[in-house]
């Protein structure tokens, strides 16, 4: 056998140099013109404006390059899309076909999933509300209920007696990874006992079956190190549980919780340099489930429920400025047909905008607000922006997590979403809403009508 | 791989973008992989060549090559 040269990975450095342009701005903004090679202006010309735009290739390439990190890394890894990030079926049913299961928070995300074509067997319901008919539900259909607080264990405890089924649950737990806020209102608290106490009252009716452990330690977690705490002290608890019970934990679910490339509000470093990869929390994620031991050597399944990391990227929202204008102390506004009602996000990150068509190289200091009649609706400040006139088009990248959900209407009705898949095909796949659908929803008075 | 045709890349691991003036270097296996990338080779194909030459197993190839190619992805060298 031939000698082999010793291997070094390989690497890519980017040679910055700093030399100020001479027009003062430092980078002329570049336009954006397509998506997926789909003209923006062909989008707007017939969907209207606004319109949001989702990229089938960038879910799958995004879940991909997602699902590799972990899989080449451990054997036994799943993931379960969080509906609540972004529950359009159209984007549910990619996840799926990826291989996604289902990780619902409601009755109404339930229902959804299964309208998705999941099987109950592959929902993790989680969240505080689950309604004694959501319980019935769900303990019928085998789906994985991870239980919140005591008021909601007691209840299956008296639904798997009444109903003389075997619930399959798991407990929330929340901890202290060093994160902060510590989200403490949801699930048992580990370091009080509260969770071990969870463990021994379900175990000690024999009539539930605990087979995972979960936590979710927050959102846009910047640090991988905080997962590897957590997996720490589910390890602990599951070895814990077999000790005492002979009950082995057959997975840990780590939540969700990656940060997209978003830049938040008053980071001194763009998002896109900073933000761990998929690999990077990989890496952590599963060296530590790897170094932990657990019951008789058997490594849990490791469930992911990531939302935001997997379909940011994957969205846009494109649209048009509506007006110009000078505020009173001189500074330069602009007035754009997209606000916080569809961008709820705007309020903590600095999103990304781009005009559509080539500008000049002039550019100002500019206040990007939105149309809403409201002092908040302010979409960025102060940046330095190209001078776009009334009418002209822009378009604001990633924003596919938890826009199109926690979307509201107010003064105006929302606005088309087309879905642009692999082939490059656009599909409108949610309906822009007009005066009937809320005139459905709405009765009137025999007082109060006009005959 | 049309993108990374329009890079020039120096047999030392300079790489330059003429579109946007950016610069960087790479190292040996780096300048491998770009280099099979623009040939149209295959993830596979890379990570068998490397395999051959270099004292390396399959997962730790494979896994230091996607690493790359979403660097490569995330500096707009490659579609
Ligand atoms: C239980 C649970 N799982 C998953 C997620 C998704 O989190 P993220 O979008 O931060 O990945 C959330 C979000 O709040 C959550 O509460």
């Known amino acids: ?451 | 791989m049309s993108k990374l045709n329009s890079i020039a890349i120096s047999d030392n691991g300079f790489l330059f973008k003429p579109s946007t003036g950016e610069s960087f270097t790479t190292n040996e296996i780096g300048l491998i992989i770009l280099n099979l990338l623009k040939e149209g080779k295959t993830h596979e194909e890379i990570i068998n060549s490397i395999m051959e030459e270099f004292d390396v197993d399959e997962i730790n190839a494979g896994r230091d090559l996607y690493e790359f190619l979403d660097f490569l992805k995330k500096e707009n060298l490659i579609d």
């Open chain 1, 1 to 451: 056998m031939m000698n082999k040269k010793i291997y070094e990975r390989p690497v890519l450095r980017k040679v910055v140099e700093g030399i100020p342009n001479k027009f003062g701005s430092l980078k002329r903004l570049r336009p954006i013109e397509f998506i997926d090679n789909v003209s923006i202006n062909s989008l707007i010309d017939k969907y209207g404006s606004p319109v949001f735009v989702l990229s089938e290739k960038t879910i799958r390439e995004t879940y991909r390059s997602a699902y590799r990190a972990f899989s080449t890394r451990y054997p036994k890894v799943q993931f379960a899309w969080s509906y609540k990030t972004n529950y359009l079926d159209a984007v549910c049913r990619i996840f799926h076909q990826e291989g996604s299961w289902a990780e619902v928070v409601s009755g109404f995300e339930y229902e959804k999933a299964l309208d998705n074509g999941i099987s109950g067997n592959k929902i993790i319901f989680n969240g505080p509300d689950k309604s004694k008919k959501d319980l019935i539900r769900a303990i019928k259909n085998n789906s994985l209920i991870h239980i919140d607080h005591f008021d909601e264990l007691y209840t299956i405890i008296e639904l798997s007696k009444e109903l003389e089924e075997t619930p399959q649950v798991a407990i929330r737990i929340n901890m202290d990874t060093g994160i902060i806020p510590q989200w403490d209102r949801f699930g048992f608290n580990y370091e009080n006992g509260e969770a071990w106490n969870a463990v021994n009252r379900i175990l000690s009716t024999g009539k539930i079956e605990l087979i995972g452990l979960h936590t979710h330690i927050g959102t846009y977690i910047s640090t991988s190190k905080a997962y590897e705490i957590a997996i720490r002290k589910l390890a602990e608890l599951a070895n814990k549980t077999y000790e005492r019970f002979q009950t082995s934990i057959e997975y840990i679910d780590i939540g969700g919780g990656f940060a997209s490339q978003n830049t938040l509000q008053g980071a001194y470093l763009p998002a896109t340099d900073t933000t761990p990869s998929f690999d990077d929390y990989a890496h952590a994620i599963t060296t530590a489930m790897i170094a932990e031991k657990f019951p008789n050597n058997i490594a849990p399944t490791l469930i992911l429920e990531t939302g935001r990391a997997l379909i940011d990227d994957a969205g846009w929202l494109a649209g048009t400025v509506l007006a110009n204008k000078r505020l009173a102390d001189g500074n330069r506004a602009m007035v754009i047909d997209t606000g916080v009602n569809l961008m709820f996000t705007a309020f903590w990150y600095d999103h990304e905008i781009y005009p559509v068509k080539e500008t000049s190289f002039q550019s100002e200091p500019t206040t990007i607000y939105g149309p809403l009649c409201m002092n908040i609706d302010v979409i960025r400040k102060k940046i330095d922006f190209p001078l776009l006139n009334k009418g002209d088009r822009f378009v604001i990248k990633r924003v596919g997590a938890y826009t199109m959900t926690q979307w509201m209407q107010f003064i105006t009705y929302r606005p088309n979403i087309v879905l642009i898949d692999e082939n490059e095909e656009v599909h409108l796949i949610r309906k822009e809403e007009d005066k009937e659908v809320f005139r459905r929803q709405e009765l009137i008075p025999d007082h109060l009508k006009n005959d």
